[in-house]
Nanobody, 124 residues
């Protein structure tokens, strides 16, 4: 299984980016998918997650109302739409898959597969 996050870049504060997570060797349908980020010098933190059937989503308080997670089953892709970006959103962003069903966990340890990250830099 390989996950690949893409779509990062440099953007000014207030701008938008859309991250994409694709997979090989795995179909996202049926699994919870989460986005995490790791700011410079800090630990990995939960950003957003969507349950296996898209019935549940979960967001970190710091991104609620600004970020939206969604999935396109036909393209086997999960997106993270990020609007109203702030300098504190600067981080390496990772997508991850949790093979269990039900709750959208917020702890990295609950996720089984991880992709390589994509850098998001927000300038002030």
């Amino acid at each position: 299984v390989q996950l690949q996050a893409s779509g990062g870049g440099l953007v000014q504060a207030g701008g938008s980016l859309r991250l994409s997570c694709t997979a090989s060797g795995l179909t996202f349908s049926g699994y919870t998918v989460g986005w995490f980020r790791q700011p410079p010098g800090k630990g990995r933190e939960f950003v957003a997650g969507v349950s296996w059937n898209s019935a549940r989503t979960n967001y970190a308080d710091s991104v609620k109302g600004r970020f939206t997670i969604s999935r396109d089953s036909a393209k086997n892709t999960v997106y993270l739409q990020m609007n109203s970006l702030k300098p504190e959103d600067t981080a390496v962003y990772y997508c991850a898959v949790d093979r269990s069903w039900g709750v959208v966990y917020t702890t990295p340890g609950n996720y089984d597969y991880w992709g390589q990250g994509t850098q998001v830099t927000v300038s002030s």
